[in-house]
Protein backbone atom coordinates (compact mmCIF):
# COMPACT_ATOMS: atom_id res chain seq x y z
CA UNK A 1 0.00 0.00 0.00
CA UNK A 2 1.23 3.69 -0.97
CA UNK A 3 2.08 6.17 1.81
CA UNK A 4 -0.30 7.94 0.09
CA UNK A 5 -3.48 5.70 0.59
CA UNK A 6 -2.25 4.81 4.17
CA UNK A 7 -2.87 8.26 6.57
CA UNK A 8 -0.18 6.50 9.08
CA UNK A 9 2.52 5.97 6.59
CA UNK A 10 1.95 9.28 5.01
CA UNK A 11 2.23 11.23 9.06
CA UNK A 12 5.60 8.95 9.10
CA UNK A 13 6.81 10.31 5.65
CA UNK A 14 6.31 13.92 6.45
CA UNK A 15 7.68 13.87 9.70
CA UNK A 16 10.62 12.15 8.42
CA UNK A 17 11.24 14.53 5.43
CA UNK A 18 10.55 17.69 7.95
CA UNK A 19 13.63 16.28 10.63
CA UNK A 20 15.74 15.31 7.43
CA UNK A 21 15.34 18.69 5.85
CA UNK A 22 16.07 20.23 8.99
CA UNK A 23 18.95 18.37 9.88
CA UNK A 24 20.70 19.26 6.50
CA UNK A 25 19.92 23.29 7.03
CA UNK A 26 22.57 22.79 9.94
CA UNK A 27 24.50 21.13 8.46
CA UNK A 28 24.80 22.20 4.89
CA UNK A 29 22.82 25.58 4.90
CA UNK A 30 23.93 26.58 0.97
CA UNK A 31 22.01 23.56 -0.31
CA UNK A 32 18.64 24.83 0.78
CA UNK A 33 19.23 28.59 0.09
CA UNK A 34 17.17 28.56 -2.64
CA UNK A 35 13.25 29.22 -1.44
CA UNK A 36 11.69 28.81 -4.74
CA UNK A 37 11.12 25.85 -7.15
CA UNK A 38 11.99 22.19 -6.29
CA UNK A 39 13.84 23.20 -3.72
CA UNK A 40 11.96 25.64 -1.99
CA UNK A 41 10.03 22.91 -1.13
CA UNK A 42 12.87 21.96 1.17
CA UNK A 43 13.36 25.34 2.19
CA UNK A 44 9.91 25.16 3.60
CA UNK A 45 9.89 21.67 5.18
CA UNK A 46 13.44 23.03 7.09
CA UNK A 47 11.91 25.92 7.95
CA UNK A 48 8.51 24.29 9.63
CA UNK A 49 11.45 22.04 11.53
CA UNK A 50 12.98 25.40 12.76
CA UNK A 51 10.19 27.16 13.90
CA UNK A 52 8.11 24.15 15.34
CA UNK A 53 10.59 21.91 17.02
CA UNK A 54 8.70 20.84 20.19
CA UNK A 55 5.54 19.97 17.78
CA UNK A 56 7.52 18.12 15.41
CA UNK A 57 9.54 16.22 18.15
CA UNK A 58 6.30 15.50 19.83
CA UNK A 59 5.21 14.04 16.86
CA UNK A 60 8.13 12.44 16.23
CA UNK A 61 8.24 10.62 19.72
CA UNK A 62 4.48 10.32 19.09
CA UNK A 63 4.86 8.32 15.70
CA UNK A 64 7.46 6.19 17.07
CA UNK A 65 5.62 5.31 20.48
CA UNK A 66 2.58 4.27 18.00
CA UNK A 67 5.01 1.89 15.69
CA UNK A 68 6.69 0.13 18.82
CA UNK A 69 3.02 -0.39 20.67
CA UNK A 70 1.07 -1.09 17.34
CA UNK A 71 3.45 -3.98 17.00
CA UNK A 72 2.05 -6.29 19.81
Known amino acids: ?5 NF ?7 LLVI ?3 SYIKM ?3 AILE ?3 GFRG ?3 KAARIGERLSPW ?3 GCFAMGASMIFSSF
Open 1 to 5: MSALF
Open 34 to 36: HRT
Open 8 to 14: HSFLTVV
Open 19 to 21: CTC
Open 41 to 43: FFW
Open 27 to 29: QFP
Open 56 to 58: VAF
